[in-house]
């Protein structure tokens, strides 16, 4: 079959060429866009007087079968096109005859593409939302369960300070808020419309641009052709935005990893988000976060991906550009489908509190608690950290924790010690008296629940 572009060329192209070239098997995803936008562009054509109202009528008549037809499965795409633009331009003018041939003034393939794409994009967008929003929010009911769950908290993988499981949680609630602060921020830059820049240097016709925009949703329009038709960085942005959320589910993964491991024994995932061994009956392997984890690596290479396919293009629109599609989409399915996973996960993680007071109560956590103590009291702090690191280090000679130490061995450090130090270094008390804002103890958790359940509505 001749293509739709036979002129200068006769249209017909080696079958290894066309199929190499040809888009159609991942493009076809935006057909509702594509339809959506060329009514549009219909409109706006009829309202400037390039084409007939009658004939505007038709083609959006027409495009709005066809997208009946495609959703019912009574039309399939015809995987010989070669891209969904074609498929769905060469099927109106199947249908409509000449008229349908009209469709296409004032426009190229293009803008249209650019214009497909950020639509695609803007509702995929939506969606990615949605699914953070409940994400963000079974977080927040986890936390709530567990505001008073005490934990080690730790740095380098060491056992720091006494937290709660609940604080712990909030903090990948505040790095999900932040992700959701970017995601708008990538779409509203993407909210602006290319279409009307036709193939890089506008149009002879008197069109409206702004009209075309305004019906489809755009807040404005892209102020120059060429970098209207020539710009990815809308999808260069929303793959950044989405390697940093994957991160953030990445490091929550790898905790789950260790949680849930007999070494911590922290918290039980439910059997329907974990996996067995085909060998060993004893396993049962937190796959859904090691997935999560590994798909990371995935979504980093469909960014790195556009960004050296981009990095030596000339203005303005080149063939190799046809490559963002499939980086992005496989992107943002990624996203979706390890966003869905994860709640579905951690809905049924549960925690073993005991396992996690029992290792809070090891580690000598409260050390600085201890220092503390002594400040309170008068003592310098770089004098109190000396003497509550001796103190630790004769409680490992004689395998003891702090609250183990007599009183009298208090004293033999410093006279500052009363019997009023054991509910100082008590967990539950430690927790309780980090009352600075945004820290762990109790009110604080509840405070942090609060602000994320007001932002999420």
Aim: proline share 2%; charged share 30%.
């Amino acid at each position: 079959m001749a293509k739709m572009w036979a002129g200068r060329t006769d249209g017909q192209v080696d079958k290894i060429a066309d199929d190499f070239n040809s888009s159609i098997h991942f493009d076809c995803r935006m057909f509702r866009q594509d339809i959506k936008g060329s009514s549009a562009h219909a409109a706006m054509l009829a309202k400037q007087g390039i084409i007939a109202e009658e004939e505007a009528d038709t083609l959006i008549n027409g495009l709005e079968g066809i997208l009946s037809d495609l959703e019912s499965g009574k039309l399939e795409f015809d995987m010989t096109a070669e891209d969904v633009h074609m498929f769905i331009e060469q099927e109106l003018t199947a249908r409509l005859g000449e008229v349908g041939k009209k469709l296409h003034t004032a426009r190229s393939r293009n803008d249209q593409v650019a214009l497909d794409i950020r639509m695609y994009l803007r509702d995929e967008i939506e969606e990615i939302l949605e699914k953070i929003n409940s994400l963000v929010l079974v977080i927040t009911d986890k936390a709530q369960e567990y505001k008073k769950t005490i934990m080690p908290g730790y740095t380098h993988l060491q056992r720091a300070q006494p937290i709660t499981f609940g604080h712990h949680l909030m903090a990948y609630a505040m790095m999900l808020l932040r992700d959701i602060d970017r995601l708008n921020d990538c779409k509203k830059r993407m909210n602006q419309s290319p279409i009307g820049a036709c193939a890089l240097a506008g149009t002879t016709y008197n069109t409206d641009r702004r009209f075309e925009a305004e019906k489809l949703g755009f807040d404005g329009i892209c102020e120059n052709s060429l970098d209207a038709v020539s710009d990815r960085d809308f999808c260069l942005e929303l793959m950044s935005t989405f390697s940093i959320l994957m991160m953030h589910l990445s490091r929550f993964s790898e905790e789950i990893i260790l949680w849930s491991s007999c070494e911590f024994k922290f918290v039980e995932l439910s059997d329907a988000f974990t996996t067995g061994s085909s060998i060993m009956p004893q396993k049962k392997n937190p796959d859904m976060a090691e997935l999560v984890r590994g798909k990371t690596g995935r979504v980093y290479g469909d960014l790195f991906a556009l960004l050296t396919t981009l990095k030596g293009l000339p203005l303005a629109y080149n063939k190799d550009m046809q490559e963002d599609k499939e980086s992005v989409f496989d992107a943002v399915d990624t996203v979706k489908a390890c966003l869905d996973v994860f709640k579905g996960m951690l809905e049924g993680l549960k925690a073993n509190e005991a396992n996690m007071k029992k290792a809070a109560g090891a580690g000598f956590i409260n050390a600085t608690d201890l220092a503390d103590y002594l400040v309170k009291k008068g003592l310098p702090f770089r004098s109190a950290y000396k003497i509550s690191g001796s103190i630790v280090a004769d409680c490992i000679v004689k395998n003891i924790v702090l609250e183990d130490v007599a009183l009298a061995d208090y004293k033999k450090y410093s006279d500052l010690f009363e019997n009023d130090v054991y509910k100082e270094i008590d967990l539950t008390t430690c927790v309780e008296k980090r009352i600075s804002e945004g820290g762990t103890s109790f009110q604080s958790v509840e405070k942090q629940i609060a602000f994320i359940r007001k932002r999420i509505k």
